[in-house]
């Protein structure tokens, strides 16, 4: 068991280095934000960068933050029923709901998003929302690390709550 405990706490580790990077993409999005607003409105002078900039570091922060979120138990949950549960059959509902819905749809999305930035990267893609057209292939190659770390944390979780099902006790 150790070494299992030491895996789940380097991946625990992962993510909060994962959030604590997507936090600066943050910045970086009320930076450019203030920035645009400032040279259209007051200068007359608008960026062809700003656009494109702001949806991938929103796009950043957004999933470099999802295993920091799930880590943290910060993501949304309608708790009409769950909050009432005891830690056991709490535990119990997020394997089944992890199994049933969680895994395969984050399993597709996973294999989805590294074909997209393999392509990315094959093809040269560009973003045209804008004149900028900067390389996507970055951009992708986050979306897809994104959603590896956040499987990484939710496989942690899973291990711990059956763990948690079958012993009574947190794994740490």
């Not at 009320?30 to 570091?57: K, N, Q």
Request: one cysteine or more; a positive charge; charged letters at 15%.
């Amino acid at each position: 068991m150790p070494a299992l405990s030491s895996t789940l706490k380097f991946i625990d580790r992962l993510s909060t280095w994962s959030g604590g990077i997507g936090k600066w993409f943050a910045f970086l999005l009320v930076l450019v934000g203030t920035y645009e607003t400032v040279a259209r409105h007051f200068f007359g002078a608008p960026t062809i960068w700003s656009y494109d900039t702001l949806c991938m570091a929103g796009g950043v922060t957004y999933l470099l933050g999802a295993s920091y979120a799930y880590l943290h138990n910060a993501h949304t949950r309608v708790d009409i029923i769950y909050y009432r549960l005891s830690p056991r059959k709490k535990a119990c509902m997020d394997v089944v709901c992890a199994l049933l819905f969680f895994f395969p749809l984050m399993g597709v999305m996973l294999k989805m998003s590294i074909q997209w930035a393999y392509r990315a990267w094959d093809i040269n893609e560009k973003m045209f929302n804008s004149f900028w057209y900067p390389s996507a292939a970055p951009y992708r190659t986050v979306f897809a690390l994104g959603l590896l770390l956040l499987v990484l944390q939710a496989t942690a979780k899973l291990i711990r709550d059956i763990h948690f099902l079958l012993r009574g006790t947190n794994l740490d």
